[in-house]
């Protein structure tokens, strides 16, 4: 079945450093999702990426979605401590038949003040 | 407030009880799913319905039970438990599940525990 990989798991950085996760999938997807789950909260939808080689910006948030749509990243600039949780991205394979999202284990990002 | 609510939040039970978690969703949406979130795994999907129609059933354990009486409700009827299925449960909604645009709006989870 359809694998999602993402990585790292762990992430700590310094405030005001930035913070790339990637996620890897083992098939085609027709879109990529990201979400973001504070600590004891639970996940919320960042945004969706659809074509290929896409590029979207939600203010220090970049996300990007692979030429092949196997692969993306979500970059964040100048982290605050706000950005504290663990992301996760989601695929979705619809070639398989099924419109289900495949969750990567996700990369929890810590900031130090 | 995602406009989907889940009860209850925390749910402790030994491995002989039976015991429901109920989610409602108030965004109009057709497609509700359950979802498992252990430590150390990825979210897992268990169940999800369209219309309340079951259309996806990711092999779990016949001990575990949901029932969609309509689109806004949706439950999932525990029995006979393990402690290996303390986990957080979470519950989502989205406005169709047979189209590309799925976001899903999730609920806070109901934390369980099974002594």
């Known amino acids: 079945g359809q694998q999602v990989m993402q990585i790292p798991q762990y992430q700590h950085v310094q405030e005001g450093e930035d913070f790339t996760t990637y996620c890897n999938s083992s098939t085609t997807l027709s879109n990529i999702q990201w979400y973001k789950q504070r600590p004891g909260g639970h996940p919320v939808f960042l945004i969706q990426l659809v074509k290929s080689g896409e590029v979207k910006k939600q203010k220090r948030l970049t996300f990007q979605f692979g030429e092949a749509k196997k692969n993306s990243s979500l970059h964040i600039t100048a982290t605050q401590t706000t950005d504290v949780g663990t992301y996760f991205c989601?695929?979705?394979?619809?070639?398989?038949?099924?419109?289900?999202?495949?969750f990567g284990k996700g990369t929890k990002l810590s900031v130090i003040p | 407030e995602t406009g989907v609510t889940q009860t209850p939040r925390h749910l402790v039970m030994g491995m002989t009880n039976k015991k429901s978690l109920k989610c409602e969703q108030h965004?109009?949406?057709?497609?509700m799913y359950w979802y498992k979130q252990s430590a150390k795994k990825p979210l897992e999907l268990m169940f999800v319905?369209?219309?309340?129609?079951?259309?996806e059933n990711n092999s779990v354990p016949s001990r575990f039970s949901p029932e969609c009486p309509n689109s806004s409700h949706l439950f999932l009827h525990l029995h006979t438990l393990q402690p290996e299925d303390s986990a957080l449960y979470l519950c989502?909604?989205?406005?169709?599940?047979?189209?590309?645009?799925?976001?899903?709006?999730f609920g806070p989870g109901t934390r369980l525990t099974v002594l």
């Open positions: 965004l109009g949406h057709n497609a």
């Open positions: 989502a909604s989205s406005k169709g599940h047979q189209t590309t645009y799925n976001e899903q709006f």
């Open positions: 989601a695929g979705l394979d619809s070639g398989a038949g099924s419109y289900q999202l495949t």
């Open positions: 319905y369209s219309l309340e129609e079951r259309v």
